[in-house]
């Protein structure tokens, strides 16, 4: 009586025939129907012991990821790469994960195809030329796509960031049998300086490049108004300034961190205003401006001291707004103005009045946080515009005094 293997264990015949399956599936994706009968029945042999590897990722050597949480980032990753499609020179679509596995064994045998002796070997070439590494690059920016953001995700200033090392990915030019993206978490080493006299926590900014290589921020000072240096300096941020930050933008930490990093790209016209010895530096995100980074020089490096939400006190437009409103410091902390998700709960945009305010006082950066308002951490109720309208219009005007403090009961 013929035994009966485990309950879904396949015979190596059966796997075979799962792997020849996959591979005519992509290669009439890429090619067109009927296009798999181009390779000999050597080369799908050939093909289909030689399949490359799923692609997935691999603990680097220093192991510094918990098995748990690398698990986390392993499943994540795989669900991507089954989920993103690419849209091939047929006009099919086949999932990113097929064509960095079963599409890239392919274009590799379309290479060597004369090697083998195939008397369709010019065929089969012609075929897969539009697919060669160098010209089809779609997916490769697809597959680079996925880790910075898997990388944004992961990465928190305050703790470590997350590293990857893509030329292990045979798309990549790695070799067949090692089809796998490394990472790591490089951790944050914060170092102690002296500022006014009290010893304070930094913490060095950086980031993966499009690479995945974790770098250092360094830029000229002389590009925030701060010297006339020609020299790059490393930019530091205080342990408080990125709990400020956090507070106050109150969005998932690697996205809020990555904008803080492209606050200072190179390539890009830093905008800035002078106060004193330092250097207000507009906050954006997503292209919307929420605030300022305050810094300075401290020895050889610069130094985000905090972070100012656009209508806190010390911001040219919280300025104006106190002028306009007499709003204060302890009113804006009452009402929660001084925050992202409190701005966001009185939909400030809907009240004629109350924009025309916003407006005047140069916040129109607030007007719209629709693209923000998903990232919050905290769910959002929203109040009726006409509380804080009321509150503002019912601050009185105390003689003597510019910007009156409101009494709370």
């Known amino acids: 009586m013929k035994k009966l293997g485990k309950p879904g264990q396949h015979s190596p015949k059966q796997i075979e025939a799962n792997k020849l399956k996959q591979l005519q599936i992509a290669c009439e994706k890429m090619t067109g129907k009927g296009s798999f009968n181009m390779f000999t029945a050597l080369c799908k042999a050939r ?33 991507q790469l089954n989920t993103l499609t690419v849209t091939t020179l047929t006009g099919e679509t086949m999932t990113l994960g097929q064509y960095l596995r079963e599409g890239m064994t392919l274009v590799c045998y379309s290479e060597i ?17 539009g697919y060669q590494r160098s010209v089809f690059t779609k997916p490769i920016l697809d597959l680079l796509e996925l880790m910075y953001r898997m990388s944004t995700m992961f990465s928190d200033l305050s703790v470590a960031v997350f590293e990857y090392e893509i030329n292990r990915v045979f798309a990549f030019s790695g070799d067949s049998e090692s089809n796998h993206v490394v990472v790591r978490l490089v951790r944050s080493k914060a170092t102690s300086i002296k500022l006014d006299g009290t010893k304070r926590e930094a913490i ?6 499009y690479q995945g290589k974790v770098m250092p921020v360094c830029i000229d000072p002389a590009l925030l108004g701060l010297g006339n240096s020609l020299s790059l300096s490393p930019v530091y941020i205080q342990r408080h300034g990125l709990r400020r930050l956090s507070e106050r933008i109150g969005i998932v930490s690697g996205v809020v961190h990555l904008a803080l990093v492209d606050c200072f790209k190179k390539d890009e016209k830093i905008k800035f205003l002078r106060q004193g010895g330092s250097s207000l530096v507009e906050f954006s995100l997503y292209e919307q401006k929420l605030g300022y980074l305050v810094c300075l020089v401290h020895e050889h490096m610069i130094v985000i001291r905090t972070f100012l939400f656009i209508t806190n006190d010390g911001t040219p437009e919280g300025k104006k707004l106190s002028e306009l409103t007499r709003v204060q410091l302890l009113d804006k902390q009452y009402l929660g103005i001084d925050t992202l998700a409190g701005f966001i709960k009185f939909r400030v945009a809907e009240d004629p009045i109350l924009k025309g305010i916003f407006l005047e006082a140069d916040c129109e950066s607030l007007l719209d946080l629709s693209t923000l308002e998903k990232f919050l951490l905290s769910d959002v109720t929203e109040k009726d515009p006409s509380i804080l309208l009321n509150y503002l219009q019912g601050i009185p005007k105390i003689p003597g005094q510019q910007t009156p403090v409101r009494l709370f009961l």
């Open 113 to 129: 195809i004369q090697e083998l002796g195939s008397p369709n070997a010019s065929k089969v070439k012609a075929a897969f030329e």
């Open 47 to 79: 093909m289909s012991g030689n399949r490359l590897p799923a692609l997935k990722l691999k603990l680097s050597s220093d192991g510094n990821i918990s098995p748990l949480d690398f698990k986390m980032y392993n499943d994540i990753f795989v669900t």
């Open 204 to 209: 060095p900014l950086q980031w993966p490049d």
